[in-house]
Each structure stands twice: as C-alpha cells, then as structure tokens.
Nanobody
Framework: QVPLVESGGGSVQAGGSLRLSCAAS????????LGWFRQAPGKEREGVAF???????RYPDSVKGRFTISQDNAKTTLYLKMNSLKPEDTAMYYC????????????????????WGQGTQVTVSS
C-alpha cells in the first residue's frame, strides 16, 4: 500500500491555527476509514478526527468545534484544520487508515487502524 505522508506541522501560539495534510493516494474510493491521531510524550495515542467514505465525520469532545477533518474531491489528500489551538494540543499528529465496508468508520480505536504515517509535530505555546 502507498505510504501515508503527513505535513504541515509546526509551532504556533495559543489561539492560532494550523492545517495538517496527509498524502493519501490510494486510500479513497469509499473503501477506507481515515483518521487523525495524536500522541503527546508520556500519553496514549488519542484519536482526534475521523472521516468515512460518505464524508461523515466524528470528533471527540476535546476537539469538537475546533478541529475539522476533510478530503479533497479526488480523495488523494486528507486534511486536519485546527483552530483555537491550546497548549494541550501539543503532540505528534498521525494520519491513519483501515479498510472497511463502504469506507465507514465502524471502529475508531488506534488498534483498528492498519496504515499509519510517520507523524508531524505540532507545538502550541502559551
């Protein structure tokens, strides 16, 4: 499978915004659940956004209203737009995918995802 490759991380002050991208060619066509996870030092990996083949999305309460996951029309690039960033959003961010019926995100635990990118660092300063 074609590797997932994240980009767009960086350093930003609290209240700022960033948009992460993930090259995801070959993970479209309504056959893959796609998601973004993050992991801070000493903490477990946490899912922050998921998108199904029908473009429906899911977010945990910790980022709901601040983060938006999307795909381009060709389904070759996955995005994560992050607004109103907080210091607690500091982490390595990963995009991930797993094959599912109609690309629906039936399960969204990190163990459910088969394919992972290498990660991109996001640092939010207060």
């Amino acid at each position: 499978q074609v590797p997932l490759v994240e980009s767009g991380g960086g350093s930003v002050q609290a209240g700022g915004s960033l948009r992460l991208s993930c090259a995801a060619s070959g993970y479209g066509y309504n056959t893959y659940c796609l998601g973004w996870f993050r992991q801070a030092p000493g903490k477990e990996r946490e899912g922050v956004a998921f998108i199904s083949g029908d473009y429906s999305t899911r977010y945990p309460d910790s980022v709901k209203g601040r983060f938006t996951i999307s795909q381009d029309n060709a389904k070759t690039t996955l995005y994560l737009k992050m607004n109103s960033l907080k210091p607690e959003d500091t982490a390595m961010y990963y995009c991930a995918a797993y094959q599912s019926l109609a690309g629906y995100c039936y399960r969204v635990g990190s163990a459910d995802f088969t394919y992972w990118g290498q990660g991109t660092q996001v640092t939010v300063s207060s």
